[in-house]
């Protein structure tokens, strides 16, 4: 890739941080910026801003979107199928949690196997790391379904899927990357724009998708 690199990338690069490295953490603030608009503006819920940033560098760290989506569910639906088996049991939060993270780890492993016997060596050889960055995201979910039941938590599963998507493909832009690497300052018109979201007092956009009847009669 024929770039145009900064002074200070270049001294980072000098500096032995590796370009993967760099890119990765200029493209944080922008990714958080991301979800913070989509929450604020758009009205996509999510689990939070932490969790669909984390699954999104999660994604970039596998060998392929469609990987990293296939664990995302695979990780969604055992921790959903596993809350029901050991509810008769009556386990108190932490130790449910526990067995869950184990039955979860071990599925995980056998759909690597799994992949690897069907010559699918991009999810055989995934990194152990966004594999348990997306296991941890069991105890959120489980959490949710505590709380506020079955469908609410599948419903902001689905909205962390989409916008950590959604990063994914913005964190993966060539030209975004190409200009970060020529103006690495550029990040730092996250803070008025996340000012002004702050700020914002108006109906998301999902408020008036649901409200639309009723606007329509003022």
């Known amino acids: 890739m024929d770039l145009n690199i900064s002074p ?11 370009f993967e490295t760099i890119i ?3 493209m944080l603030p922008i990714i958080a910026t991301l ?19 984390i ?10 979107l469609r990987y990293g989506v296939a664990i995302f569910l695979a990780v969604i639906f055992i921790g959903m199928l596993m809350r029901f088996i050991l509810k008769p ?12 993270l184990t039955v979860v780890a071990v599925l995980i492993l056998l759909l690597l196997v799994f992949g690897g016997n069907l010559r699918r060596t991009g999810l055989a050889s995934v990194s152990i790391f966004p594999i348990l960055i997306m296991i941890t995201l069991v105890e959120k979910f489980v959490a ?8 609410t938590a599948l419903i902001l599963a689905f909205e962390t899927l989409v916008i950590s998507v959604a990063g994914f493909y913005i964190a993966s832009w060539g030209a975004l990357i190409k200009l ?9 018109f996250t803070i ?9 007092t108006g109906l998301r956009v999902s408020e008036y998708i649901r409200f639309k009847d009723i606007i329509k009669k003022l």
């Open 8 to 18: 200070i990338i270049r001294f980072f690069l000098i500096e032995g941080v590796p």
């Open 24 to 26: 990765l953490i200029l």
């Open 35 to 53: 979800i913070a608009f989509l929450r604020q503006v758009v009205g996509i819920k999510a689990f939070g801003i932490y969790t669909p940033l």
């Open 55 to 64: 699954i999104t560098f999660a994604f970039l760290a596998t060998n392929g």
């Open 89 to 100: 049991f009556r386990l108190l939060y932490l130790p449910r949690v526990a067995i869950m």
């Open 144 to 151: 949710v379904q505590i709380e506020k039941g079955n469908k």
């Open 180 to 188: 970060l690497v020529a103006y690495p300052w550029v990040i730092l």
């Open 192 to 200: 008025p724009f996340n000012v002004m979201i702050g700020r914002w």
